[in-house]
């Protein structure tokens, strides 16, 4: 079939034939075959992809190689901001941009329920197409499995992506250093509160949308110019305060914040101030947090506000070995605490 | 943002330590009657700003921490019910009863939600008309007109497929236990500022003259707790006991007239246990004649539990301030947030689970 899909704006699966998955859409069947050919193969065409086969041919790559995988079952697949496809191919490059990888290739495997509409999932195939474009990854192989109706819900999707580690780059907690900087590229909370917005019991009105965002094109510019980042996390379910407790643990450092640097937009501390939320716990899904040597902590800074996903990118803390292990901070009014890893689940089903 | 930050300000809060330094000359204990402010005056670490002096006590005032066991098995033994749906507060799920958590029984597939307004469970009962949909109502004098409007509703709604297990607690009653206990070193309460934004300052002139003790009805800013202490601070200092507003903003000294009518509507006073402290007389809310037939207890056959208390646990010192979690062998040991021995650390307003959270020693 030729391959139209990014100017196709209708779900080329007219509701004539079939309205909704049906458990023969994960059968390997015909309906398999017509969800493939109609579906994601105009939108994902890539060179690897067309050849068809049960798994992906890829090339030789030079140096290390990065992998990592996920899965997103986020509630609402819809949210204010975007979609769970979008955010399945965000996370996916951001994980593999944590490991100072350029991401190349990302395998997707639905598994979508009996009933779940096929326009919802045209609307998500093209989230998909479009960040994968955007991030510039390739959609090598795939899969797709229909469970019964009550029996999964709506669709959830798995990821794995492979990418070519960054020659001169090596991240790892251990490297955490006393004098090293924390640096995050913008407010924090913004994605668990969008989810918040739309959640049965807590829905409340506001303009808070989603951060998901691909972060390799800033990152990326970051590694090739400053090559000394000594840890990168993307602070994802759990928010800042886990990622930087799990840094502090496996590092045995001590990280020292600064209530008053953190970002945190108007919308998303009123949020928190009504719901009795910490943005600090909060999932984000466009942010990273770097920690490297303070001599070029301005020279990053710079590279990073360049670009849109950076542009309030900041100083919120320092490495300290006062006090390994722990995360602290200096609160607004003067005082220092501690910063706990959360206990229990905040909200679930984020990402 | 506004109506945040300047109960935030620091150069408000230097200015207040400022004056409190001042005005102090001997040792003075302070206790906050209210979870809310326990959590506020760990998260800013108050005490460590505050002159020696001055030591700061927790009260019972976390209502999530002082439901008692059995009240929390009965709510756990209805979630598991196939034809219940039972809705609560967020904190109240995760709190563990003589065997379970009301979690532990959504995951075995009990319908269990969380809401954040009581109204929102009238909704689900009236979408789920084939279920019996039960809150669990937990909270004081603040939550309770909430509650006592959705009981109220229902029965304008006719919903016969909702009740309430209540289990609401009134602050009054216990600051008379606490300061009824000879042993108590309570030198002066902060009053909970949105109890008495409901309630009013009324009930608490009486308690302030026969113990010859300030009460000053406090917020839950850092400058608005700090004010309160200030106010403490100066009344004890010159030998005054009686009620003082420091939170005017919000409390009015009649309270919110509505809200009020409301609870005599719906609500009565009846003798409720605490946990970690015992049945204290006239201290909780029931339903009211009228209302009666959305009372969960009475319209589910519910067995009698038999509950048992951790050994090691000292709720019953900590929830009276007799005690800091601190103190006690089992805390950040034994005793954390994720495996609870009792009440003050299963709630994030509980004093146990505000030091673990923001104080733990290094582990």
Known sequence: MKPEGKFMLQCPIPKSEYECILLAHGGGGKLTRQLIERMFYPLFENDILLHGHDGAFLPPIPGELAMTTDSFVVDPIFFPGGNIGELAVNGTVNDLICCGAEPLYISLAFILEEGFLLDDLWTIVKSIARSARHAGVKIVTGDTKVVEKGKGDKIFINTTGIGRVLPGLSISPEKCAAGDVVIINGSIGDHGVAILTEREGLAFESDIKSDTRALNAMMLDVFRKCPEIHVLRDPTRGGVATALNEICLSSRSGIRLRENDLPVNDAVRGACEVMGLDPLYLANEGKILLILPEADAMEVLTIMQRHKEGAQSRIIGTVSSDHPGLLRMETSIGSTRIVDMVSGEQLPRIC | ?363
């Open chain 2, 1 to 363: 943002m506004k109506h945040i930050d300047e109960y935030r300000d620091k150069k408000l809060v230097d200015k207040l330590l400022q004056v409190i330094e001042k005005s102090v000359t001997r040792s003075w204990t302070i206790m906050e009657i209210c979870g809310g402010q326990t959590h506020s005056i760990m998260k800013y670490m108050l005490m460590e700003l505050l002159p020696n002096k001055i030591s700061l006590i927790h009260g019972p005032g976390c209502p999530v921490c002082v439901t008692p066991l059995e009240l929390i098995d009965r709510a756990v033994e209805l979630g598991g019910r196939p034809d219940v749906i039972l809705v609560s507060f967020g904190d109240m799920l995760r709190v563990p009863g003589s065997r379970d958590d009301l979690l532990s029984v959504k995951a075995r597939g009990g319908d269990i939600r969380m809401v954040y307004a009581p109204l929102d469970a009238l909704d689900i009962a009236q979408r789920n008309p084939l279920k019996e949909v039960v809150f669990f109502a937990v909270g004081f004098e603040t939550t309770a007109p909430a509650v006592a409007l959705a009981i109220k509703e229902a029965g304008r709604r006719a919903l016969d497929n909702f009740s309430v297990l209540v289990s609401h607690v009134l602050v009054p009653p216990a600051i008379r236990a606490l300061l009824e206990d000879s042993q108590n070193q309570i030198d002066a309460f902060l009053a909970a500022g949105h109890v008495c934004t409901i309630m009013g300052t009324s009930e608490y002139i009486p308690l302030a003259s026969q113990y010859q003790i300030p009460i000053v009805v406090t917020g839950f800013e850092p400058v608005d707790i700090l004010l309160g202490i200030k106010v403490c601070i100066e009344m004890l200092e010159q030998k005054r006991s009686g009620v003082e507003n420091a939170y005017a903003r919000s409390v009015k000294p009649e309270g919110n007239q509505a809200a009020k009518e409301l609870l005599q509507e719906v609500f009565e006073t009846v003798d409720r246990k605490w946990r970690g402290i015992g049945i204290l007389p006239g201290s909780g809310l029931g339903l009211t004649e009228g209302y009666q037939k959305f009372d969960a207890e009475l319209r589910f056959d519910l067995q009698a539990f038999e509950t048992e208390e951790s050994t090691v646990c000292m709720a019953g010192e900590i929830l009276t301030g007799r005690k800091k979690p601190s103190d006690c062998p089992a805390f950040a040991k034994s005793c954390k947030p994720e495996n609870p021995l009792g009440a003050p650390m299963v709630s994030t307003e509980g004093a146990c689970s505000a030091y673990y959270r923001y104080k733990k020693e290094q582990s």
